[in-house]
Each structure stands twice: as structure tokens, then as C-alpha cells.
């Protein structure tokens, strides 16, 4: 892939010296698992979310007609 950003980005590259290279293709490999990291949670978060408001929207129903009580952290 020889996109414009891919180009400016290896030209970039080019013009440090090759210990400094080492340092910002390390901080590129953790940037680039970050970001994949917070696709994979949006992708995971976004199959879930209609799951998660149902269950929001029943801790509200049963909040209103009094089925519920609060936790007892020491019961845990």
C-alpha cells in the first residue's frame, strides 16, 4: 500500500538516524496495538450495547416497583 501517508511517513523516517528508528518504530508498533485494541472494544461494545440497555432499562422497571433493594457489600 503506497498511500500518500504511507510515503510522507517512510520519507520521515528515512531522514532519522537508525537508533532514533528504532525508538519510533517501537513507539509505532505500540501506538498501532493500541489502536487495534480500542477497534476490537468499540466492535465488542457496539454487538452488545442493545443487550446492555435492556438489562438497564429492567434495573429501572424493577428500581420503580420497589423489587429491588441495595447491595450489600458485605454479602459479596
Known amino acids: 500500500m503506497n498511500s500518500a501517508a504511507t510515503v510522507t511517513m517512510i520519507k520521515l523516517f528515512e531522514t532519522l538516524p537508525e537508533n532514533l528508528q528504532e525508538r519510533v ?3 509505532m508498533r505500540e ?4 489502536m487495534e485494541d480500542e477497534r476490537k472494544w468499540n466492535l465488542s461494545f ?3 450495547q442493545n443487550s446492555l440497555a435492556a438489562a438497564a432499562q429492567q434495573a429501572r422497571k424493577e428500581i420503580s416497583e ?3 433493594k441495595p447491595m450489600d ?3 459479596l
Open 25 to 27: 518504530l517501537e513507539h
Open 31 to 34: 501506538y498501532i496495538n493500541d
Open 46 to 48: 457496539s454487538k452488545t
Open 66 to 68: 420497589g423489587k429491588s
Open 73 to 75: 457489600i458485605k454479602q
